[in-house]
């Protein structure tokens, strides 16, 4: 393992580590968090990853990659079977670069983990990876939060999920979902038997879209941890979550923090214990 998190060493300090990579058989993580790595570093790092066959996790955080240097790192993928995490969160990467990672999705049959949060993602790079998420059997755990997908892009994901049988965790926190969106999910989650793990905190999901979500959890009897905080979910939304949750012997874990509902609650959910 390798860590050289937050020391701006960009791209050409990058350079230097990527052609040590050229021959390295032994390191399996790097984490180049918060290092000024521009696009120009990526496809350093990318034509090490052509060569490499042991590095296994890549973390960029915070660093300025770009959907250019995205393109770069996705072309590499087409060839690498040894990545199964790659971290690109805040790199400033929208959808014509996550378009260059979804392609290589087709084909790649090894990356598990893909963290695409915090970047300039709208719908039509969600809809890239849900039509990936068709086909792609390896990816397990995808994050999307923090971007500005809305109910257009949900509609697509959640079209992949009634297909996809590999994915367990699907982070969407912090996007524009709106209740329209979450009543996609809710009926790909009436199918769905592989998610686990579902985030949907601050996405103005409202009563509506929770009730749906409720509706589906008595099918549903995969999820384990779903996340609603900050949605503006008023005391009948929450309401109506608990009573399903008498039906539901699967979730564990139901995150309502900071909605509009109070104590006179509390009742209902003592009752699911």
Same mark, same amino acid.
């Given at each position: 393992?390798?860590?050289?998190?937050?020391? !701006? *060493?960009? =791209?050409? %300090?990058? @350079? /230097?580590?990527?052609? $040590?990579?050229?021959?390295?058989? #032994?390191? &399996?993580? +790097?984490?180049?968090?918060?290092? !000024? *790595?521009? =696009?120009? %570093?990526? @496809? /350093?790092?990318?034509? $090490?990853?052509?060569?490499?066959? #042991?590095? &296994?996790? +890549?973390?960029?955080?915070?660093? !300025?990659?770009? =959907?250019? %240097?995205?393109?770069?790192?996705?072309? $590499?993928?087409?060839?690498?079977?040894?990545?199964?995490? +790659?971290?690109?969160?805040?790199?400033?990467?929208? =959808?014509? %670069?996550?378009?260059?990672?979804?392609? $290589?999705?087709?084909?790649?049959?090894?990356?598990?983990? +893909?963290?695409?949060?915090?970047?300039?993602?709208?719908?039509?790079?969600?809809?890239?990876?849900?039509?990936?998420?068709?086909?792609?059997?390896?990816?397990?755990?995808?994050?999307?939060?923090?971007?500005?997908?809305?109910?257009?892009?949900?509609?697509?994901?959640?079209?992949?999920?009634?297909?996809?049988?590999?994915?367990?965790?699907?982070?969407?926190?912090?996007?524009?979902?709106?209740?329209?969106?979450?009543?996609?999910?809710?009926?790909?989650?009436?199918?769905?038997?592989?998610?686990?793990?579902?985030?949907?905190?601050?996405?103005?999901?409202?009563?509506?879209?929770?009730?749906?979500?409720?509706?589906?959890?008595?099918?549903?009897?995969?999820?384990?941890?779903?996340?609603?905080?900050?949605?503006?979910?008023?005391?009948?939304?929450?309401?109506?979550?608990?009573?399903?949750?008498?039906?539901?012997?699967?979730?564990?874990?139901?995150?309502?923090?900071?909605?509009?509902?109070?104590?006179?609650?509390?009742?209902?959910?003592?009752?699911?214990?």
């Amino acid at each position: 393992e390798l860590y050289i998190c937050d020391n !701006n *060493i960009g =791209s050409a %300090g990058v @350079k /230097h580590f990527s052609e $040590a990579l050229l021959s390295n058989s #032994t390191l &399996a993580i +790097l984490n180049l968090r918060c290092n !000024n *790595i521009d =696009s120009t %570093g990526a @496809k /350093h790092l990318a034509d $090490a990853l052509l060569i490499n066959k #042991t590095l &296994a996790k +890549l973390n960029l955080d915070r660093n !300025n990659s770009r =959907s250019v %240097g995205v393109e770069q790192l996705a072309n $590499a993928f087409l060839v690498n079977k040894a990545l199964i995490e +790659l971290c690109v969160v805040n790199n400033q990467i929208d =959808s014509a %670069g996550v378009k260059y990672l979804a392609d $290589a999705l087709y084909i790649n049959a090894s990356l598990a983990k +893909l963290d695409l949060s915090r970047n300039c993602i709208d719908s039509a790079g969600a809809i890239y990876l849900a039509d990936a998420l068709h086909v792609n059997k390896a990816l397990t755990i995808l994050s999307l939060g923090y971007n500005s997908i809305d109910s257009t892009g949900m509609k697509r994901l959640a079209s992949a999920l009634l297909i996809n049988t590999t994915l367990t965790s699907l982070d969407l926190s912090r996007n524009k979902i709106f209740s329209a969106g979450a009543i996609y999910l809710a009926g790909a989650l009436h199918v769905n038997r592989t998610l686990k793990t579902l985030n949907l905190n601050m996405n103005l999901v409202e009563s509506r879209g929770a009730i749906s979500l409720a509706d589906a959890l008595i099918a549903n009897n995969t999820l384990t941890t779903l996340g609603l905080s900050w949605n503006s979910i008023d005391l009948a939304g929450a309401r109506y979550l608990a009573e399903t949750l008498l039906m539901n012997s699967t979730l564990t874990s139901l995150d309502l923090y900071r909605n509009d509902i109070n104590g006179i609650l509390l009742h209902f959910f003592q009752r699911v214990e």
